[in-house]
């Protein structure tokens, strides 16, 4: 691999001094050195290529807090790539996150450093199943969280994610909603709503692991429970708040909080207390190993090569895009 070429090691710390001091309480010292390369090489390759990198909230913090451009959470990002002017887009997060990416903004190269980042969620179902259950419930809307593939979406009426999934359940004229395919969002989403849900088995598996009696023993007096809407309905029970990863950031801002149990992937806390070095994160830590597939390295190599590119079947974009397009209105 050819590198572009660079300051030598001490000039490349001097000159990313004033970044490793916002995150130097994250990332070690040793680590920093191993890291620099990379991040030198990404921020000059993006200038070169017009990139624009998008991290999802769950990127490690060493690509959260160095080289990306965007961050947010499923919702936010994909309304941002809808207007990112650049000529490249390099999603760091997940396949179908990518995915949203291009069929939003479908004339830009939309890369993705790792093709194999999928979701345990995205894989529990496709076109066909939904296929089978407008059968056994013919006329109630299919509302479809984002994360699942293009092909799922375009067999879809309509897509949300876990920060608007009631307000767009609510939305439909009908019923009954066949709510696809978290059945822990789903069970969280039927218990604000009138209408009748009909739920799918899929399941996140970072998010499942979770446990009531872990949250329990976890409790201590002034610390403020959050946690995703992902997780089972004894999780949920014990929070003090559930909302998107997003929402979850908010929250911490607007309640004031100093102690902080965060039940979601342990990602976020990391990139959290970066912004927020006065809240006290704890949490029980379970990683995505989708999200982990994202490193700076493969990062770097994406951006040189300008591959894996993200490619939509020509047969669902129309679909999916109508899917998308009718959440974000
Ligand atoms: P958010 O939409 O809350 O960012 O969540 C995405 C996700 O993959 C959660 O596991
Ligand atoms: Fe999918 Fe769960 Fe990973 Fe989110 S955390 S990308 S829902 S497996």
């Known amino acids: 691999m050819d590198r572009i070429e660079t300051p030598d090691d001490t000039d490349l710390a001097s000159h990313y001094a004033p970044l490793y001091e916002r995150v130097q309480h994250r990332i070690s010292p040793l680590d920093w050195q191993l890291y620099l390369p990379s991040i030198d090489a990404i921020r000059r390759l993006k200038r070169e ?122 939305a439909q004229n009908s019923d009954t909603v066949i709510f696809l395919p978290d059945r822990y969002l789903g069970a969280h989403v039927a218990g604000k709503t009138d209408k009748k849900l009909v739920l799918w088995h899929g399941a996140c598996e970072v998010h499942e692991r979770f446990t009531g009696a872990q949250i329990r023993s976890y409790r201590a007096p002034g610390i403020r429970v959050l946690a995703h809407p992902e997780c089972p309905p004894d999780v949920l029970a014990q929070a003090d708040f559930v909302g998107s990863t997003a929402a979850m950031s908010g929250d911490i801002r607007s309640s004031g909080a100093t102690r902080v149990l965060l039940i979601t992937e342990c990602s976020m806390a990391d990139n959290l207390a970066v912004e927020l070095p006065n809240v006290e994160f704890t949490r029980p830590c379970n990683l995505c190993p989708h999200m982990r597939r994202i490193t700076l390295p493969k990062i770097e190599q994406c951006l040189r090569s300008l591959t894996p590119v993200v490619e939509i079947d020509p047969t669902v974009m129309d679909g999916a895009r109508r899917a998308l397009l009718r959440m974000l209105a």
């Not at 959260?64 to 451009?69: G, S």
């Not at 961050?71 to 207007?83: C, F, H, I, K, Y």
């Not at 093709?115 to 299919?142: H, N």
């Open 49 to 170: 290529r017009n990139a624009i990198v998008l991290a999802h909230n769950y990127q490690a913090p060493e690509i959260f807090n160095t080289v990306a451009d965007i961050t947010g959470d499923s919702l936010a990002l994909a309304r941002l790539a809808m207007n990112v002017d650049a000529d490249v887009i390099v999603m760091c997060g997940v396949h179908f996150m990518a995915e949203t990416a291009k069929i939003l903004n479908p004339t830009k190269t939309v890369l993705i450093p790792d093709l194999a980042a999928g979701c345990s969620l995205s894989e529990s179902i496709s076109p066909r199943d939904i296929k089978l259950l407008r059968e056994r419930y013919p006329g109630a809307p299919v509302v479809t969280y984002v994360n699942t593939s293009a092909a799922v979406k375009a067999a879809s009426d309509v897509c949300c994610t876990s920060a608007n999934a009631v307000e767009i359940v609510n």
